[in-house]
């Protein structure tokens, strides 16, 4: 441990949880591909089992030197904000990559995908149907985050607790639905540009939904254990707006992609 922790910084304890999180993202990874081509996925699972464990444990400890060692003083918290906003921006970059491939085949299509988008003989979704629906549960758990995030400011424990409920319902309801719809989907990543540019849009879109229920399931296990209080509840802040880029980014995903593009 820390002798002296009156000091503006975040120095961190010593922790193996970098090493074995590098280590499962390595095994996921190469799991990953192995099962692409020799359709063996039990290296791929030990790497998300080696992960998720890490996330456990890496978060406990977060955990306990931020709400029982009273280690998150103001400059600290301060480092802490500073660090996701930075993090969100890169996922911006992120998804900007997604589009401009879209935009870059869709807006001028070749001669190989029939010089028109859709490519010739891909059937689009229809987007009034599961991508409107989708598109309204991701806006309503917009509204629910920040229900749970007034509760929270004002004391209110109950109101804090059924806005995170609800948000945490309403992704795993957005979750299921995407997959539903990738089982009924008449195309597949194979099929040329379309398929590949909807796939990972949509796709890693959906990735960070699953996260960013995970975060916010996370934090209602920590308002339920009476972590949070009206001035000190980052952890919950860092979902929220984690959650909110999501919302915005299906935004553009359904105006560009299924509307636009279909």
């Not at 629910?144 to 945490?168: D, I, K, S």
């Amino acid at each position: 441990m820390n002798s002296h922790n009156n000091h503006p910084f975040h120095l961190v304890d010593k922790s193996p949880w970098p090493l074995t999180g590098a280590l499962g993202a390595l095994i996921m990874m190469t799991g990953l591909i192995k099962w692409f081509h020799l359709y063996n996925n039990k290296l791929m699972l030990l790497g998300m089992m080696i992960l998720l464990l890490t996330m456990i444990q890496w978060w406990r400890d977060i955990i306990r030197e931020g709400t029982y060692q009273g280690l998150h003083t103001k400059f600290v918290m301060k480092g802490l904000r500073w660090g996701m906003i930075l993090f969100i921006i890169s996922e911006v970059f992120f998804f900007i990559s997604f589009f401009w491939a879209f935009f870059h085949s869709s807006l001028s299509p070749t001669i190989e995908i029939g010089s028109m988008w859709p490519p010739s003989g891909v059937e689009p979704f229809n987007p009034l149907q599961i991508p409107l629906l989708n598109t309204a549960i991701l806006l309503s758990s917009g509204v629910t985050v920040t229900w749970a995030h007034h509760g929270l400011l004002e004391n209110n424990y109950n109101q804090a607790l059924q806005g995170l409920f609800l948000t945490v319902i309403l992704g795993m309801y957005f979750t299921a639905l995407q997959a539903y719809e990738y089982l009924e989907a008449p195309f597949t990543i194979a099929d040329s540009v379309y398929g590949s540019t909807f796939f990972m849009a949509t796709g890693f879109h959906g990735l960070h939904v699953i996260i960013g229920t995970t975060f916010l399931l996370t934090c209602l296990l920590r308002h339920l254990y009476f972590h949070f209080s009206s001035n000190h509840h980052f952890g919950f802040e860092a979902a929220a707006w984690y959650w909110h880029f999501v919302d915005v980014v299906w935004l553009f995903l359904y105006i560009s992609i299924y509307w636009w593009g279909s």
